[in-house]
């Protein structure tokens, strides 16, 4: 299994529906991100997480929320999906010590219609 | 906020020759990270920067850093086939990341 899972990898929606993304990882690393991928932008951080009582905005944090149901799960909601919200999201964790390396989810791919 | 650059967006090149990619960063950062992702697929871990004049050489992919200069660079060497990818370098912040567009390297046969 995946150290770090998404759910659904694939989505399409219509303009004004609420979607959820979901992550889970079994790396055990408190500190876990939400990460948005555009072509030609790289990758822009919308939520960050240190622990279940620590959620922290990003670069682009409007139109998003969080929630983190546990140390080992965080998912991202989009209340009112829009059509610039289509991209590729990813979620990613990475212990507190060391050198600090990104763990990646697979991506979930949404397309908002 | 700290702003990364990388350079050139786009590489194609042939087999068998060398390359280097830039990463120029805005300001002070001692941590640089590289990835590598394959269309379609996510980011892995390539390299880890961690301090001034650091170098890490993985088969034909080699990485340093010049924190003085704000700038790592990601040296190819006689590229091959399976190198083509998007490489991404980014930059360690204050418990954030900040990464840049991306390099997509094509090596033709």
């Known amino acids: 299994d995946a150290d770090v899972t998404q759910t659904p990898r694939n989505r399409i929606t219509k303009t004004g529906k609420r979607i959820m993304l979901e992550c889970s990882q079994t790396k055990g690393h408190d500190r876990m991100y939400w990460y948005r991928q555009d072509p030609g932008l790289g990758l822009r951080l919308i939520y960050y997480s240190f622990d279940v009582k620590d959620i922290n905005k990003g670069e682009i944090s409007d139109g998003y929320s969080v929630s983190r149901q546990a140390q080992a799960k965080f998912s991202l909601s989009l209340e009112s999906a829009i059509p610039n919200q289509t991209a590729l999201y990813f979620c990613?964790?990475?212990?507190?010590?060391?050198?600090?390396?990104?763990?990646f989810g697979a991506g979930s791919r949404l397309t908002v219609l | 906020e700290l702003k990364v650059e990388q350079n050139p967006l786009f590489l194609s090149m042939q087999e068998g020759k060398n390359y280097t990619i830039y990463c120029n960063y805005s300001t002070t950062s001692d941590r640089l990270y590289w990835y590598r992702q394959d269309p379609g697929k996510s980011l892995e871990s390539l390299f880890v920067l961690l301090s001034n004049g650091a170098v890490k050489q993985e088969g034909r992919l080699m990485a340093s850093l010049d924190t003085k200069a704000r700038l790592s660079t990601l040296h190819i060497t006689a590229a091959v086939h399976d190198l083509s990818a998007t490489y991404f370098c980014?930059?360690?912040?204050?418990?954030?990341?900040?990464f840049g567009s991306g390099t997509k390297l094509n090596v033709k046969p």
């Open positions: 990613a964790t990475r212990d507190g010590s060391g050198a600090n390396v990104l763990t």
């Open positions: 980014a930059v360690g912040g204050f418990n954030k990341f900040y």
